[in-house]
């Protein structure tokens, strides 16, 4: 009776639904994106019991630091003058490196899980082979430009994490001129082997390409998943595994 008790109560978290818990999850979105193209998983989540904050910010016009502070340190200010017990993110691209960027100088103290879809955690090839075309620049802004895969980049310079994250990949393309320029399995933007972080959690790959990740039923399935337990659903065909 004693250890059917101790098992219900670890249980406990994951049966009662995450409003109930105060649980906030923050999004952010990818480069050239709004919004808006977090609407699904924004009503998943919500249908799921968590507080979300849907965060619109400015991709283009400034460097991931400055992005970073402005979008998620206020997120972050809402959420606690709320009452969040526990604030998570989600992210989208660019997004993954903002969250990144803006732990490596601050601290969360109700921090909860993270989850990227689509991270340039190790930057991306076509960053490296346009960045520097006219036409790129003006699309991108400064902070497509810091997504390179040199040891120089943004990406490969803000550390492993140290937080609880869970790296979804995408391997299926829908604009092959971008992943002539990729080697190995990509979604048009980053390849799978670049979307690792040493020190995830866990990571997995699902066939969608890069500008649908986030909309993807699989991905925003998984996501939730990962923002309840700490690991993705078992999918032995598509699991890459732990990154120590």
């Known amino acids: 009776m004693k250890s059917s008790l101790v098992i219900f109560m670890a249980m406990l978290p994951l049966l009662l639904p995450a409003a109930e818990n105060q649980e906030y999850v923050i999004l952010l979105h990818g480069l050239c994106r709004t919004s808006r193209s977090m609407l699904p998983m924004e ?48 992210t989208h691209s660019l997004g993954g490196i903002l969250v990144r960027s803006y732990l490596s100088r601050h601290s969360i103290p109700n921090l909860g ?14 960053v490296d082979k346009l960045g520097s075309w006219w036409i790129f620049k003006q699309l991108n802004g400064p902070a497509g430009n810091e997504l390179g895969t040199d040891k120089n980049s943004t990406p490969n310079k803000l550390g492993p994490a140290h937080f609880c994250v869970g790296v979804v990949a995408g391997d299926h393309s829908i604009n092959w001129i971008n992943s002539r320029l990729i080697p190995g399995r990509d979604d048009g933007k980053v390849s799978v082997e670049r979307t690792k972080l040493a020190g995830m959690a866990d990571q997995i790959v699902i066939h969608a390409s890069h500008p649908f990740l986030m909309r993807n039923r699989t991905a925003i399935r998984q996501t939730i998943c990962f923002l309840r337990a700490g690991r993705f659903e078992p999918v032995s065909a598509t699991r890459i595994g732990k990154v120590v």
């Not at 630091?65 to 017990?85: F, H, P, T, Y």
């Not at 899980?113 to 076509?126: A, F, I, K, T, Y």
């Open 43 to 90: 009503r998943a989540l919500a249908k799921s019991g968590y507080h979300v904050l849907n965060v619109d910010y400015p991709s283009r016009t400034a460097g991931i630091e400055k992005l970073s502070e402005e979008a998620i340190g206020q997120a972050v200010a809402d959420c606690q003058k709320a009452g969040a017990e526990k604030i998570h993110l989600v």
């Open 113 to 126: 899980r993270v989850v990227m879809l689509g991270p340039p955690n190790q930057g991306s090839e076509v």
